[in-house]
């Protein structure tokens, strides 16, 4: 393992050497090799890319054109329309519902935007804003989603999960899908459930032993729930409408979530760049392919070597397993009374003593797609030349930001 990342080192720093830091770059055989590995986990079915997790134009085009993958999972409407303008896909799944009527507008007056995009809804006020902007005499159908919340509650005062869609059961599942089918202008062709407390959720927290069983249980007892309640509210939406797809899963739960009967699609992101939050994960760690390099510009001590810059957090609970982690050279450690920081970020360790102004340090990011929230493009490293790609951020597009 040693040696491994010191000729991944090499190999990065001679790509990259020609460009002044801070510098993000992923290894392209890596990234190739993720996305091969998750498509064999899939159990089959076809994998929708994350497009939060990857956010470069030049890296979602080359993952769709492998086999095994197509769709795209996008995180907000004005970045749907973006990707299917320049022709990038024709079939975009909204993962969270949108109350931007500009590009709702926008949505509806294009019939080729209308039939590429599909809306994410969770509650009948979404379709009232949808018509508010366009009633709906005065477009093409409207492609909605529901959202059923895949979270586990094993008692009436116990939510284990995230906090998104408030349809939970197939009774309420059932009743949106009526009200949805009952009103001109729009069109149900899939459910969305996306269990957080699997994929989302590491059972191997480091230096976490109790808590990672506890992790293992809950899993062990959710996941079966979810099966058993998604099957139902599949059930329930078919008596309404024709499903075109049900949506489930994470990088964190692709196996999983393929090999349940009911699902169609399972999307992934995160795996292709392999960020350390999925370091965490006992069933499938991907091979890390994103890192950024900053460089070390001072020495305040023999064995503290500072870098400019530093304090790319992830977002999530503030924790330390959101904080970037110093990779290459290995034996690198944040000061404990510092950590990452905006403009600088000591560093210590045995090797810190090697390093020199001028020497570079390469980190992972806790998280995929917030990496390219920081720069404007991404170097793609084959052996030991690399291309740049731009970033979202780099072609002009901070759609949360």
Same mark, same amino acid.
């Given at each position: 393992?040693?040696?491994?990342?010191?000729?991944?080192?090499?190999?990065?720093?001679?790509?990259?050497?020609?460009?002044?830091?801070?510098?993000?770059?992923?290894? /392209?055989?890596?990234?190739?090799?993720?996305?091969?590995?998750?498509?064999?986990?899939?159990? !089959?079915?076809?994998?929708?890319?994350?497009?939060?997790?990857?956010?470069?134009?030049?890296?979602?085009?080359?993952?769709?054109?492998?086999?095994?993958?197509?769709?795209?999972?996008?995180?907000?409407?004005?970045?749907?329309?973006?990707?299917?303008?320049?022709?990038?896909?024709?079939?975009?799944?909204?993962?969270?519902? =949108?109350?931007?009527?500009?590009?709702?507008?926008?949505? =509806?007056?294009?019939?080729?935007?209308?039939?590429?995009? =599909?809306?994410m809804v969770d509650h009948p006020s979404h379709l009232d804003l949808v018509d508010q902007v366009t009633p709906p005499g005065g477009r093409p159908p409207v492609r /909605?989603?529901?959202?059923?919340?895949?979270?586990?509650?094993?008692?009436?005062?116990?939510?284990?999960?995230?906090?998104?869609?408030?349809?939970?059961?197939?009774?309420?599942?059932?009743?949106?899908?009526?009200?949805?089918?009952?009103?001109?202008?729009?069109?149900?062709?899939?459910?969305?459930?996306?269990?957080?407390?699997?994929?989302?959720?590491?059972?191997?927290?480091? !230096?976490?032993?109790?808590?990672?069983?506890?992790?293992?249980?809950?899993?062990?007892?959710?996941?079966?729930?979810?099966?058993?309640?998604?099957?139902?509210?599949?059930?329930?939406?078919?008596?309404?409408?024709?499903?075109?797809?049900?949506?489930?899963?994470g990088t964190g739960s692709v196996a999983a979530s393929g090999a349940d009967p009911v699902v169609t699609e399972v999307t992934a992101g995160?795996?292709?760049? !392999?960020?350390?939050?999925?370091?965490?994960?006992?069933?499938?760690?991907?091979?890390?392919?994103?890192?950024?390099?900053?460089?070390?510009?001072?020495?305040?001590?023999?064995?503290?070597?500072?870098?400019?810059?530093?304090?790319?957090?992830?977002?999530?609970?503030?924790?330390?397993?959101?904080?970037?982690?110093?990779?290459?050279?290995?034996?690198?450690?944040?000061?404990?009374?510092?950590?990452?920081?905006?403009?600088?970020?000591?560093?210590?360790?045995?090797?810190?003593?090697?390093?020199?102004?001028?020497?570079?340090?390469?980190?992972?990011?806790?998280?995929?797609?917030?990496?390219?929230?920081?720069?404007?493009?991404?170097?793609?490293?084959?052996?030991?030349?690399?291309?740049?790609?731009?970033?979202?951020?780099?072609?002009?597009?901070?759609?949360?930001?």
């Amino acid at each position: 393992m040693i040696e491994e990342r010191k000729v991944l080192q090499k190999r990065l720093d001679r790509a990259t050497a020609h460009l002044e830091t801070p510098v993000a770059a992923v290894d /392209l055989a890596a990234f190739d090799d993720n996305a091969d590995q998750l498509v064999a986990r899939a159990q !089959g079915k076809p994998l929708r890319v994350a497009s939060k997790s990857v956010r470069c134009r030049t890296l979602l085009e080359r993952v769709l054109a492998r086999p095994g993958w197509h769709g795209v999972m996008a995180y907000t409407l004005p970045e749907a329309i973006w990707l299917v303008r320049t022709g990038l896909t024709d079939d975009v799944l909204v993962a969270y519902p =949108t109350v931007d009527r500009t590009a709702l507008r926008e949505l =509806t007056s294009d019939t080729k935007l209308a039939d590429a995009i =599909t809306i994410m809804v969770d509650h009948p006020s979404h379709l009232d804003l949808v018509d508010q902007v366009t009633p709906p005499g005065g477009r093409p159908p409207v492609r /909605l989603c529901l959202d059923l919340d895949s979270s586990w509650r094993p008692t009436a005062a116990l939510h284990v999960g995230v906090r998104r869609s408030p349809v939970h059961s197939a009774g309420q599942a059932s009743v949106l899908a009526r009200r949805i089918t009952e009103r001109p202008g729009f069109k149900l062709v899939g459910m969305m459930s996306y269990e957080a407390q699997i994929a989302g959720l590491g059972d191997l927290p480091p !230096g976490q032993a109790l808590r990672g069983r506890a992790i293992r249980l809950m899993q062990s007892r959710s996941f079966p729930e979810i099966v058993r309640r998604r099957a139902e509210a599949v059930a329930a939406l078919r008596e309404h409408t024709d499903l075109e797809f049900v949506n489930a899963g994470g990088t964190g739960s692709v196996a999983a979530s393929g090999a349940d009967p009911v699902v169609t699609e399972v999307t992934a992101g995160s795996g292709l760049y !392999g960020p350390t939050l999925f370091d965490a994960y006992s069933a499938w760690r991907p091979t890390p392919a994103a890192f950024f390099a900053l460089s070390v510009v001072r020495r305040p001590a023999p064995r503290i070597a500072t870098v400019l810059g530093g304090g790319w957090i992830a977002s999530g609970p503030a924790e330390t397993s959101r904080q970037p982690m110093p990779y290459l050279p290995e034996g690198l450690r944040f000061k404990p009374d510092e950590g990452p920081g905006e403009v600088q970020t000591p560093l210590v360790g045995a090797v810190a003593g090697t390093l020199r102004p001028g020497d570079r340090v390469w980190f992972r990011h806790a998280k995929a797609g917030e990496l390219c929230e920081h720069v404007n493009e991404l170097q793609l490293v084959d052996g030991e030349s690399a291309t740049p790609a731009p970033t979202y951020r780099g072609e002009g597009h901070a759609f949360l930001g």
